[in-house]
């Protein structure tokens, strides 16, 4: 298993949101985390690259394990493990400078400063995230006068750069027009040949799309989990039904 969740809990302050989620992710596949708005599908997916960290009350018990590594275990560097575990916003957050530097950015930010190596790595994570062909011709412009579902191609170009592990993604086309959001899915199916992928989408129709495996979060709970087929078409759960039938959320 790529990723592995024993009864973890976490919360902010006494406010418990996590509820002794146990979650089994491989590697190599793309992963849909679905469920109502509020029941914690981003607090965990931030807690798998420790992203809940800079929430000052932010606490949380149980293993969350990476290649077998407990991720909040002594030994665990955060900085490594965030280029480890790349992730992606549900509002495309370019910064403000050229295409090649922000795909540049964070080699530069981990001491790689070679011209030649880092021209190489960005052309191939533009490749990579589907974007090379779009902007091979001015990628010394700013990345903001990119349309939002290129800027988001770029975020992904970004976090591909750094030769991640594992992508989170949350609710990466919840700002796109369709076309892009197609786009973006069939870029999902290519990278995950390459990477894990944790998915949170409120988009059934993506999850059904996307992803391998989904699981099912209702207060703050995984109510179910398993290969996305079954999920959708034979679910165990009354409330798994209920939801994926549209019936609340
Ligand atoms: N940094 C934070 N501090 C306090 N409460 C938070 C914080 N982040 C999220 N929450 C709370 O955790 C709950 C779950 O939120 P969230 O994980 O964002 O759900 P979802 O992504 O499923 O919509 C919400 O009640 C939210 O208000
Ligand atoms: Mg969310």
């Known amino acids: 298993m790529k990723i592995e969740v024993n009864h973890f809990n ?30 914690g599908k ?66 530069r930010i981990h001491g790689i400063h070679d011209d030649y190596e880092i021209s190489k790595v960005v052309e191939k994570s533009l490749k990579q995230a589907a974007l090379w062909e779009e902007v091979e011709d001015k990628l010394f412009e700013s990345a903001l006068n990119l349309s939002g579902g290129q800027q988001q191609r770029l975020c992904i170009a970004r976090t591909i750069a750094v030769n991640p592990d594992i992508i989170l993604m949350d609710e990466p086309c919840s700002a796109l027009d369709p076309i892009s959001t197609l786009k973006i899915e069939e870029l999902i199916s290519e990278l995950k040949k390459d990477y894990t992928i944790v998915l949170v989408t409120h988009n059934m129709q993506q999850a059904k799309r996307s992803s391998d495996y989904t699981a099912f979060f209702l207060n703050g709970e995984v109510i179910e989990s398993g290969l996305t087929r079954n999920i959708f078409q034979n679910p165990q759960e009354i409330k798994t039904q209920d939801y994926i039938m549209g019936r609340f959320g």
């Open 10 to 39: 976490a919360g902010f302050g006494n406010m418990e949101i996590l509820k002794d989620i146990n979650l089994k992710i491989p590697k190599h596949s793309v992963t849909a985390l679905i469920g109502p708005s509020g029941c």
């Open 42 to 107: 981003s607090t965990f997916l931030r807690s798998i690259n420790r992203m809940n960290d800079l929430s000052r009350d932010f606490c949380c018990n149980g293993d969350i394990l990476i290649n077998s590594m407990n991720i909040y275990g002594d030994e665990i560097d955060v900085v490594d493990l965030r280029k480890n575990v790349g992730m992606v916003f549900q509002k495309a957050n370019p910064f403000p400078m050229s295409i090649y530097d922000n795909v540049a950015y964070g080699l």
